[in-house]
């Protein structure tokens, strides 16, 4: 094996770590950042039921609360345990927000090159999502740790359903189901996943079109779990957004 070679596997693995370190370099001032009035006391500061950190009692109300008109107990979650590590220094929730974009631009790289092949263009695609200004919002603002979130448990879903394309067991499509399942759970926006993985099939993996491609309705049935749950999803958050007319 030459020396090319062996550093061919590591390529990745090491431009999504340095992609990764640029994020937490690039949003390291978002320590000193406070809490804003917008959002931040309805889900942390001033919610008795956050701010009390990881309880038992707390843990069964979010399985329930539409307090922030929307079902997401995984965010909740989310906030009850910085509430528990870092209490009221706004610095700390700031700081596991950018960890999570970090850990988020490693995933999409990985995830880009892992389905198209493509190394530099996967780079691109992947340091342009992380650095551009337009992720600023989700990442310094607290009250939306549920897209940072729900952005990592995406990316994880994809990598699941890449690897169940490579070999379909049930214990695959299980995990496929269990990180779509999480990722409704923290924002309901991940309703549009099977559609993306849909648009998948027929790009970059081909299952869609070309020689050997599979009849559109096997791609359709073979992904009616997960159109179960987005379906269930958005019925639970119209029922969340009308109790708080939203």
Not at 13 to 39: G, I, S
Not at 150 to 173: D, I, Q, S
Request: glycine share 8%; aromatic share 8%.
């Amino acid at each position: 094996m030459t020396a090319a070679t062996a550093r061919g596997p590591r390529a990745p693995l090491l431009a999504a770590a340095a992609l990764a370190l640029a994020v937490l370099l690039l949003y390291a001032p978002v320590r000193t950042f406070e809490f804003v009035a917008v959002d931040d006391p309805l889900m942390v500061t001033a919610n008795p039921r956050v701010s009390g950190g990881v309880s038992l009692p707390a843990l069964r109300w979010s399985l329930t609360a539409v307090a922030a008109y929307n079902w997401h107990p995984v965010t909740w979650w989310s906030h009850l345990a910085d509430v528990s590590l870092f209490g009221t220094w706004a610095g700390g929730h700031h700081v596991v927000s950018a960890g999570l974009h970090a850990l988020n631009a490693a995933l999409l790289l990985l995830a880009l090159h892992a389905l198209t092949g493509a190394l530099a263009p996967a780079v691109a695609a992947a340091a342009l999502f992380a650095l551009h200004p337009l992720r600023v919002e989700s990442v310094a603002w607290v009250a939306e740790r549920k897209d940072v979130l729900g952005g990592t448990f995406w990316l994880l879903a994809v990598f699941a359903y890449a690897n169940w394309c490579r070999r379909r067991t049930a214990g695959r499509y299980a995990a496929l189901l269990a990180l779509f399942a999480l990722g409704l759970m923290t924002k309901p926006m991940l309703v549009t996943l099977p559609l993306v993985l849909l648009l998948l099939d027929l790009w970059p993996l081909g299952r869609g079109i070309g020689p050997g491609a599979e009849p559109p309705g096997r791609l359709l049935h073979e992904k009616w779990p997960l159109f179960a749950l987005a379906a269930a999803t958005a019925a639970v958050t119209l029922v969340a957004q009308r109790s708080g007319a939203a």
